[in-house]
């Protein structure tokens, strides 16, 4: 039995090299190893959900933090001056969209930043690259990851690029600022979702990032 676990980790470990290498190639690589796959699974726990429904409930729950920001902007500088200020970041979009570029590529690297410095590895562990068919960046982390280092990693983007920036805008009074840290709250939704799914996975625990969908795999 020993002998027959200590085989299909092999295999896992090589399957996940091959993952590790062409993430895009998950599904192919499943089919073809499906029998196999299904015996790993087994010893994993699977969190994840698909990057459709990661982008689509990501748009929903970061709503009531976004409703936060609002009502506190609403409170200290009023309804009006709220309604133009955000109006105003229409007038010139192109810096906006130069910022959301930027924003997005920044939200992955900060992934990828935060899960080598939390998690101990070396930058060479951390794949960062763009799904052409997605035009979306991706951070992914190659080797296993403490359950504590991938939640802080997860949530490094909503806090740097949502949160920091509303506030900022909040204290300031600035439109620019209120409307990218709502777009960067919005952004790190999926996030979110990822963060609720590992919820309940215990101290210590190793997770692997997993290698196509939002969240990860639990090393049981
Ligand atoms: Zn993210």
């Not at 002998?3 to 690589?29: G, M, S």
Request: proline content about 4%; aromatic content about 12%; charged content about 15%.
């Amino acid at each position: 039995m020993l002998r027959r676990k200590a085989f299909v980790n092999t295999i896992a470990n090589f399957i996940h090299a091959l993952q590790a290498v062409k993430p895009i190639h998950d599904k192919c690589l499943r089919r073809s190893f499906s029998t196999l796959f299904g015996k790993i699974e087994n010893m994993k726990r699977d969190l994840s959900i698909s990057l459709f429904d990661a982008n689509l409930y990501g748009l929903l729950v970061p709503l009531p933090i976004i409703a936060l920001f609002a009502t506190l902007y609403i409170a200290r500088w009023g309804l009006v001056t709220f309604t133009f200020d955000l109006l105003n970041v229409f007038a010139s979009p192109s810096l906006f969209v130069l910022a959301f570029i930027v924003g997005i590529v920044l939200h992955e690297l900060i992934h990828g930043v935060t899960w080598m410095i939390a998690g101990r590895k070396s930058w060479r562990t951390i794949k960062m690259g763009i799904m052409w068919w997605a035009l979306t960046p991706y951070a992914h982390s190659l080797e296993p990851l403490a359950i504590n280092a991938y939640r802080v990693g997860v949530v490094m983007p909503a806090i740097l690029l949502g949160i920091l920036p509303s506030l900022f805008a909040v204290v300031i009074g600035s439109g620019w600022w209120l409307a990218f840290g709502i777009v960067f709250t919005l952004a790190a939704g999926g996030d979110m979702i990822v963060l609720w799914l590992v919820r309940n996975v215990e101290r210590g625990k190793l997770v692997e990032d997993h290698p196509s969908r939002c969240g990860c795999y639990v090393i049981e």
